[in-house]
């Protein structure tokens, strides 16, 4: 009525809540890529390593078809590009160079985003040693550290074994959960046929710590995205 002072009622209807668009499209995902120099045990850039995206975990049946491709360039860099996906993806990526170790990563993604992954740093492997199933045998580090003792019968195949001590726990082919440690010994098992051994196998490591003869030394595997051969410590 024009009157300051005055009342107004107002009268409003709310509209259900719009869902967000689901974006189609494809990620980005970045690293860096090091090898460890034979010589002085520096962390090079590692030129022509190459990384694979794949999805994680991978389907049931049918394998896990490769999503992504790319490799290094000289200073260690890779981009890779996946396959258009809707909305978010988890994707498992491998990172690879002939002769040395494997680093995987896992990365969660929304599409048309990028992320980098942490560094991968690559040593390089001890030859593989082949192992017939019936008869075992003994694999050593190519710097003589670390020693795995196969007897008869532990494997369900003929196996190709390859057996590397590891200089830091960097080199470890898991990205290591947060808070876990990184002191102790780390060796790194190529080729064991099956996930796990019929009977245990025995791996011998130095004793860095000039551990008294009898100490009881706890022994663990990383089992992050991979399953690592067992072992028993005796």
Known sequence: NQVPGGIARL????????????VTDSAVVTGLVYYVDPATGDSLPLSGAEARAVLYPPPSSGGAPVLGFATTDTSGFFELTTTPFAGSATFLVNINFMGYSEALRIVTIMAGRCQSVDDAVLQQLSPPVFVPAAIGGTIMDMGGGATLVVPPGALEEDSLIQVTLLALAEHVRDASAIYTSTAGTFVDITGVSGEVTSVPVVLRIPNSYNLPLGTEVPMGKIVVVTKFLPFVLI
Do not use: D, H, M, Q
């Not at 009268?11 to 689901?22: K, L, Q």
């Open 11 to 22: 009268g409003f209807v709310t509209n259900p809540p719009v869902a967000a668009p689901v």
